[in-house]
């Protein structure tokens, strides 16, 4: 069974950076996809970065520029650096990976993965 563990949430004003942390439990280069979704209360899923097994990177738009995933694939973790925070990006964010789609994929965009952790609460106060 894969287990998949986030760390690194908090509370921060706008404009402030929060790192995220991910460890997975099995060799991340075999799934399509590892990255990062979130969900805020009353909304969708939202697939907010993704990297695939050759290192290709895909950002939801309404992250580019201010958030980036890098991957660690020794140490078989995740890291998404969050810069420029704004309170839209409040959510809880949690880690993914998918066997079927891949990160440009809409399903991927939209969150549907096949593992993903217990999610870590991002507050961004303005």
């Known amino acids: 069974q894969v287990q998949v563990e986030e760390s690194g949430g908090g509370s921060i004003q706008t404009g402030g950076s929060l790192r995220l942390s991910c460890t997975i439990s099995?060799?991340?280069?075999?799934?399509?996809?590892v990255g990062w979704f979130r969900q805020a209360p009353g909304k969708e899923r939202e697939g907010v970065a993704g990297?695939?097994?050759?290192?290709?990177?895909t950002y939801a738009d309404s992250v580019k520029g201010r958030f980036t995933l890098t991957k660690d694939s020794a140490k078989k973790s995740l890291i998404l650096q969050m810069n420029s925070l704004k309170p839209e990006d409040t959510g809880m964010y949690y880690c993914?990976?998918?066997?079927?789609?891949?990160?440009?994929?809409?399903?991927w965009g939209q969150g549907s993965v096949n593992h993903y952790g217990q999610g870590t609460q991002v507050t961004v106060s303005s």
């Open positions: 993914a990976a998918s066997w079927r789609n891949q990160c440009n994929s809409r399903a």
């Open positions: 099995t060799n991340i280069d075999s799934f399509y996809c």
């Open positions: 990297i695939g097994p050759d290192g290709s990177e």
